[in-house]
């Protein structure tokens, strides 16, 4: 773990942020599953032509038959189901619940890489975690009265991101680079929704978009191209458990767009879920920032008793 990806995973939540901000009108004017499969196909681009280079050909070195399973089921479920899910939950139910369910990710990763990667987790970060949870109930100001089938639709999404991330953190660890993972994540997942459209009769042509559409598809697009590129970069050294724990920073950040750009007063159980949040996520920082240093401390006392 090192700072310069520490800052990366900052870096992601200030895009996500973003782009759930802007994500929000987008989903408005257009079939949210088609919407979906265009607007990902601009980050697929990207990462081709970058992975695609000759000097970039050593990042399929390595690779086993093994590998490339795991690279495909990160694809399918995160970069294809878990979207479908999402802006379909998104389109139809009641945005605070909906984006509180999508907040409890960081929980569903916590038990996943504690159980499956062994990720050092002390006992107090799930008390953290609870008062992270109540920052982003007040924060969203959530409604449960309003609950409805929909949202189930993205706590399946919500489930399906964290098993993608537990498997995405154990291909990295593995040395497999991130711009594959990114690469698979993103081709495998449109190829995916593109066969869902094709069995429901809905494949589409660009030109069956508005340019205004368009131009909403194409700025997401390059959104979550920032998005997909820091967080796997920046997830490559970074516990999964912190790094999407700090994703829970993007809730303020929407908050803050919302009140700049469409006047919406931030009220104070609002201000006070930003508060608690922030000093969350930085006790959050702090607990693993220790945990590495304890290791590190560790190991080299083993290594000085080993060659006394």
Request: aromatic residues 14%.
């Amino acid at each position: 773990m090192s700072k310069k990806h520490i800052i990366l995973i900052f870096g992601t939540a200030v895009i996500s942020g973003i782009a759930i901000f802007l994500n929000s009108y987008a989903v408005q004017i257009a079939d949210p599953t088609k919407y979906t499969a265009l607007k990902n196909l601009v980050p697929v681009f990207i990462a081709s032509t970058i992975l695609f280079l000759p000097r970039n050909r050593h990042h399929f070195k390595n690779v086993s038959v093994r590998d490339w399973l795991y690279l495909a089921v990160i694809g399918i479920i995160g970069g294809a189901f878990a979207f479908i899910l999402f802006f379909n939950g998104l389109a139809k139910a009641s945005p605070g619940v909906g984006s509180f369910i999508h907040k409890t990710l960081f929980i569903w990763v916590a038990f996943g890489a504690l159980l499956f990667l062994k990720e050092r987790i002390k006992p107090i970060f799930f008390a953290a975690a609870f008062a992270l949870l109540a920052g982003s109930f007040f924060l969203l100001r959530v409604n449960l009265n309003t609950f409805t089938v929909y949202h189930f639709f993205i706590l399946g999404a919500t489930v399906l991101w964290a098993i993608e991330n537990v498997l995405a953190k154990h291909v990295l660890n593995k040395g497999i680079s991130p711009l594959m993972v990114i690469w698979s994540r993103m081709t495998f997942g449109v190829l995916v929704i593109l066969i869902y459209l094709a069995a429901t009769h809905n494949l589409f042509l660009p030109a069956d978009f508005s340019k205004e559409t368009l131009l909403w598809i194409l700025i997401t697009g390059i959104t979550l191209t920032g998005y997909v590129f820091t967080w796997y970069y920046g997830m490559a050294r970074v516990p999964v458990t912190l790094a999407s724990t700090i994703l829970l920073l993007g809730s303020p950040i929407t908050t803050a767009l919302s009140s700049l750009f469409q006047g919406k007063s931030i009220a104070s159980m609002q201000a006070g879920g930003i508060l608690i949040i922030s000093l969350g996520v930085a006790y959050t920082v702090y607990l693993f920032i220790k945990i590495m240093r304890d290791t590190q401390k560790r190991v080299k006392q083993s290594q000085t008793f080993s060659t006394a």
